[in-house]
């Protein structure tokens, strides 16, 4: 193998290992967050619908939905739970509705 190739095999290497660890990184930072930070993905998500910003109160709702904490008290248990459904509920008018301002 010439030498050009070698190099361009290391820098290829170098690039998918770069890809790889970044993604896995940029996950597992999305799996960190706070109760606090998911507690205020919903209350922007019900005040975005509220304000008839239905694609911004989709896109805070489902990540309220798709990002829930490791760690919830378990005093909040039945709180939380209403919560996740009222944030379904809302989700889906949010969806029904901006599909209905975008003539679909």
Same mark, same amino acid.
Request: proline content about 1%; glycine content about 4%.
């Given at each position: 193998?010439?030498?050009?190739?070698?190099?361009?095999?290391?820098?290829?290497?170098?690039?998918?290992?770069?890809?790889?660890?970044? #993604?896995?990184?940029?996950?597992? !930072?999305?799996?960190?967050?706070?109760?606090?930070?998911? $507690?205020? *993905?919903? /209350? @922007?998500?019900?005040?975005?619908?509220?304000?008839?910003? #239905?694609?911004?109160?989709?896109? !805070?709702?489902?990540?309220?939905?798709?990002?829930?904490? $490791?760690? *919830?008290? /378990? @005093?909040?248990?039945?709180?939380?739970?209403?919560?996740?459904?009222?944030?379904?509920?809302?989700?889906?008018?949010?969806?029904?509705?901006?599909?209905?301002?975008?003539?679909?």
């Amino acid at each position: 193998m010439n030498k050009n190739k070698k190099v361009f095999i290391i820098r290829c290497l170098g690039l998918l290992s770069f890809l790889v660890f970044g #993604y896995t990184n940029s996950l597992s !930072a999305q799996k960190n967050l706070s109760v606090q930070e998911w $507690q205020s *993905l919903y /209350k @922007h998500g019900i005040e975005q619908y509220k304000h008839k910003h #239905y694609d911004l109160a989709a896109d !805070a709702l489902e990540e309220y939905l798709n990002r829930r904490p $490791q760690t *919830l008290e /378990k @005093h909040s248990v039945a709180s939380n739970n209403l919560k996740i459904e009222e944030a379904r509920y809302y989700l889906i008018l949010s969806n029904l509705k901006r599909g209905a301002s975008n003539g679909t």
